[in-house]
């Protein structure tokens, strides 16, 4: 990282700026109350992906952190297995996408909905049935 100061986390200071904060692996780990070993462990399997820095290490959101404890309690207090786990993650994610991609679609058919003209629109079509008959000729 490029001189930017550093948070108690290990990650940079917020000071004047947006960023989220991150923190190291062993202040991820504390947080989590977990050993650096497990969190390693879990990155590994997949389960909770930290960001890299330059070098490699590791760096937790506050996020990453909240799913650690979730990982946990789903091991501890539920009896779920790591693969149950994993494929748990996975689902909450697909639904959180469908879910913003609903929100998407339903924000833009509101913003089709209010520019709708009916003076602009095609006409319709009528669906009438005219049945022909030539006259008789006499």
């Given at each position: 990282?490029s001189?930017?100061?550093?948070?108690?986390?290990?990650?940079?200071?917020?000071t004047?700026?947006?960023?989220?904060?991150?923190?190291?692996?062993?202040?991820a780990?504390?947080?989590?109350?977990?050993?650096?070993?497990?969190l390693?462990?879990y990155?590994?399997?997949?389960?909770?992906t930290?960001?890299?820095t330059?070098?490699?290490?590791?760096?937790?959101?506050a996020r990453d952190?909240?799913?650690?404890?979730?990982?946990?309690?789903?091991?501890?207090?539920?009896?779920?297995?790591?693969?149950?786990?994993?494929?748990?993650?996975?689902?909450?994610?697909?639904v959180?996408a469908?879910?913003e991609?609903?929100?998407?679609?339903s924000a833009?058919?509101?913003?089709?909905?209010?520019?709708?003209?009916?003076?602009?629109?095609?006409?319709?079509?009528?669906?009438a049935?005219?049945?022909?008959?030539?006259r008789?000729?006499r």
């Open positions: 990282m001189g930017d100061p550093k948070n108690a986390a290990g990650g940079p200071s917020n004047g700026r947006t960023e989220a904060q991150v923190f190291m692996i062993s202040v780990a504390q947080l989590a109350g977990m050993h650096a070993q497990t390693r462990t990155d590994r399997l997949g389960l909770v930290p960001q890299r330059s070098g490699g290490g590791r760096r937790y959101s952190v909240e799913l650690l404890r979730e990982v946990q309690r789903l091991s501890q207090d539920e009896g779920v297995n790591l693969a149950g786990i994993k494929r748990i993650i996975e689902l909450t994610n697909h959180a469908l879910q991609r609903v929100a998407e679609l833009e058919v509101d913003r089709l909905h209010a520019g709708y003209r009916p003076d602009l629109s095609p006409p319709q079509r009528s669906t049935l005219v049945v022909w008959q030539p008789n000729r």
